[in-house]
Antibody, heavy 121, light 108 residues
Framework: QVQVVESGGGVVQPGRSLRLSCAAS????????VHWVRQAPGKGLEWVAVISDDGSKKYYADSVKGRFTLSKDNSKNALYLQMNNLRTEDTAVYHC??????????????WGQGTMVTVSS | DIQMTQSPSSLSASVGDRVTITCQASQDITHYLNWYQQKPGKAPELLIYGASNLQTGVPSRFSGSGSGTDFTFTISSLQPEDIATYYC??????????FGPGTKVHIK
């Protein structure tokens, strides 16, 4: 079954760290770039970060740059998002999402259901 | 950074109505524009890519058009299952994505 499944969410205090994982199955993981997209409660979608297919290139939204770090383990079909110095505004559902090039255009064609991160004292 | 705006932020229409949502980019993005549907409690789904290309399996009542900075998403005949929030999204050459703020569609 073609899917990505997130884990690792939870409740954490401001300033602490959390690591999210994304497990991929049913497709060739090492040929895909992968994004994290988050959605705060009742709010819209916010792009967080992307990592290239081989893990060599990583780009982050300004809101998380310097605090979040992406890594990709193609041997395990896994993606990780290390989140440090968490803030209350990082509270959101975090979706792992596969990038796919279609007809020359980049898209997200596969989304996980997400894992909830709550930052609260 | 490129900013995306959408209008309206919400709309209410009757079953069978034609629904139109607009999306505007703060600078020219040619056709690098996708549309997603997110139903309550679900992950988003890709509907339109490259401004006007229908994703496989998506009903033909959905369509997109536009280029440059101005884009339009249309549902030709609104169905009850189309209740959702719709997002436009652009990307740059580094695969950094930006989503619009979303348009929530209700049935009247």
């Amino acid at each position: 079954q073609v899917q990505v499944v997130e884990s690792g969410g939870g409740v954490v205090q401001p300033g602490r760290s959390l690591r999210l994982s994304c497990a991929a199955s049913g497709f060739t993981f090492n040929t895909c770039a992968v994004h994290w997209v988050r959605q705060a409660p009742g709010k819209g979608l916010e792009w967080v970060a992307v990592i290239s297919d081989d893990g060599s290139k990583k780009y982050y939204a300004d809101s998380v740059k310097g605090r979040f770090t992406l890594s990709k383990d193609n041997s395990k079909n896994a993606l990780y998002l290390q989140m440090n110095n968490l803030r209350t505004e990082d509270t959101a559902v975090y979706h792992c999402a596969r990038d796919r090039r279609m007809g020359g255009y980049e898209t997200i064609d596969l989304w996980g259901q997400g894992t909830m991160v709550t930052v609260s004292s | 950074d490129i900013q995306m705006t959408q209008s309206p932020s919400s709309l209410s229409a009757s079953v069978g109505d034609r629904v139109t949502i607009t999306c505007q980019a703060s600078q020219d993005i040619t056709h690098y524009l996708n549309w997603y549907q997110q139903k309550p409690g679900k992950a988003p789904e890709l509907l339109i890519y490259g401004a006007s290309n229908l994703q496989t399996g998506v009903p033909s009542r959905f369509s997109g058009s536009g280029s440059g900075t101005d884009f339009t998403f249309t549902i030709s005949s609104l169905q009850p299952e189309d209740i959702a929030t719709y997002y436009c999204q652009q990307y740059d050459n580094l695969l950094r994505f930006t989503f619009g703020p979303g348009t929530k569609v209700h049935i009247k």
